[in-house]
């Protein structure tokens, strides 16, 4: 799998808890324990904002932008679309003409 040797090599396995809400994060991503320990406490800093903010949190806010850009870009086409129709439908009776 991903890392083989190179993970088995090192025990630099790093096991995170937050004690009053018990998440738990591990990292085993790189063979530095200084780099596994930094990205470890990134991820329960986020994991805990999750928890604690839901959807008012950092990843819940960048999620609801997303979902916004793509319902305005969604409406957006179809506006286009239905204007390109309604052109076309107008030119239609006049090349019979």
Request: hydrophobic share 20%.
């Amino acid at each position: 799998g991903a890392g083989g040797q190179k993970i088995n090599k090192t025990s630099n396995r790093v096991l995170l808890v937050h004690e009053p809400t018990q998440l738990r994060v591990e990292c085993q991503d790189t063979r530095s324990l200084q780099q596994n320990r930094k990205i470890a406490r990134k991820r329960l800093k986020e994991k805990l904002d999750e928890y604690l903010n839901g959807s008012q949190s950092k990843l819940g806010m960048k999620q609801q932008k997303v979902s916004t850009k793509k319902q305005k870009a969604k409406s957006k086409n179809r506006a286009r679309l239905r204007k390109k129709q309604l052109e076309k439908e107008q030119q239609g009776p006049q090349e019979d003409q």
